[in-house]
């Protein structure tokens, strides 16, 4: 089954074509990274219009690249949320006509799914149950995947995703937009104790995440320190440096804290680490001492494939598609798009009082 996926949640137009849900084919991905740049983060109106010059061209060269005709595709999917609806109408719309023009079947994935199909492509197939860890810009969340398509929410942020907490401490160091890459190659050169931060836990006991508290905790010691942002082609100085690593530290061991903790209760088969901040090789490392302490395989996608890109859609719709889902054209853009729930049968869950809902 050839499968055409189309991403345009948010700052990226995305275009690929996947072989039975696991051979990339084709995947084009434009950024629009030097665009909202100078502003420290996405500007939604600005990101719409560039999907909008982008769109035709990005899924034109994904055909390109794989040698296709565009009817030689057996389905079409694409990100329906969440995410900036104005990004996302431009993506879905698309995929919409073609669907019409080609008489292709379509299906709507959740970008979040996506980001957990991301792992299929480079790594060994997943074994079930699995625990999956999504961390990027919008979303941190924590998974337990009983079955293909099946998810439990076992964590979530309260408030700031991990990679939202990483582009505001940047962009509060004066270190630049996308934080995330910045505070890594700094902190590799810097000391992770230097700076005391505390791991923020949930006052009412659940497995949750919150980086807004450890983002105000920057902002105080910034202030009580006078330390100074760093300046246009200025050299961060140690104390930036060290400041970089104790951040990144806490934020490193308050996602594989609470990933180890819930493994142990729930005995996955699999660990999934995925999103646009598995990137950091911290978090890699961390993660992979997790594993191994529990004796079950991890997996990441590849560098690419971590950000946001459209094979990890096809992979997830193909999976849709050959179940017989399929989406009308009345199928929308849904700014909160929820994944699908299952029933709570693990006991231990049961007594913990944990909410699947996303």
């Known amino acids: 089954m050839l499968v055409l996926g189309i991403e345009s949640s948010c700052d990226e137009t995305a275009a690929a074509i996947v072989r039975d849900g696991r051979e990339m084919v084709s995947s084009v991905i434009s950024s629009q990274v030097d665009v909202h740049k100078r502003f420290g983060g996405v500007v939604p109106e600005l990101a719409s219009r560039e999907h909008l010059d982008k769109i035709v061209p990005v899924v034109d060269e994904a055909f390109e690249r794989a040698g296709l005709k565009k009817r030689d595709i057996d389905g079409i999917a694409v990100t329906a949320g969440p995410g900036l609806v104005g990004s996302l ?34 790594n060994p197939p997943v074994e079930y149950p699995a625990l999956a860890l999504v961390v990027s810009g919008g979303h941190t969340n924590l998974f337990h995947v009983p079955a293909p398509g099946k998810y439990k929410v076992v964590a979530r942020t309260r408030d700031d995703a991990a990679g939202e907490a990483f582009d505001k401490v940047a962009k509060m160091l004066g270190l630049g937009y996308p934080g995330g890459p910045i505070i890594e190659r700094l902190a590799r050169e810097g000391n992770p104790r230097s700076v005391r931060f505390s791991i923020p ?31 246009a082609n200025e050299e961060p100085s ?14 490193v061991r308050s996602l594989t804290g609470t990933t180890a903790r819930l493994a142990e209760e729930l005995h996955p088969k699999t660990l999934i680490v995925a999103g646009g901040v598995a990137c950091n090789g911290a978090l890699r490392e961390e993660s992979r001492t997790v594993a191994a302490r ?48 299952v029933e709570v049968e693990d006991e231990a869950l049961r007594q913990q009082g944990v909410h699947y809902r996303l």
């Open 89 to 122: 109408l431009v993506g879905v719309s698309f995929a919409k006509a073609m669907a019409f023009a080609l008489g292709k079947p379509l299906v709507g994935v959740n970008h979040i799914e996506g980001h957990i199909f991301s792992v299929v492509f480079e």
């Open 201 to 231: 836990r949930m006052g009412d006991g659940r497995p949750d995440f919150s980086f807004s508290g450890l983002k105000t905790a920057v902002s105080k010691y910034v202030r009580e320190s006078s330390l100074k942002p760093v300046g």
């Open 238 to 251: 140690q104390a930036i440096k060290d400041l970089a690593a104790s951040f990144q530290s806490v934020v």
């Open 294 to 341: 529990l004796s079950v395989p991890v997996y990441f996608p590849s560098p690419h494939l971590s950000t946001d890109n459209a094979a990890m859609i096809a992979a997830a719709g193909t999976v849709k598609l050959e179940a017989g889902e399929r989406a009308g054209f009345d199928l929308n853009a849904d700014v909160n798009l929820r994944l699908q729930n």
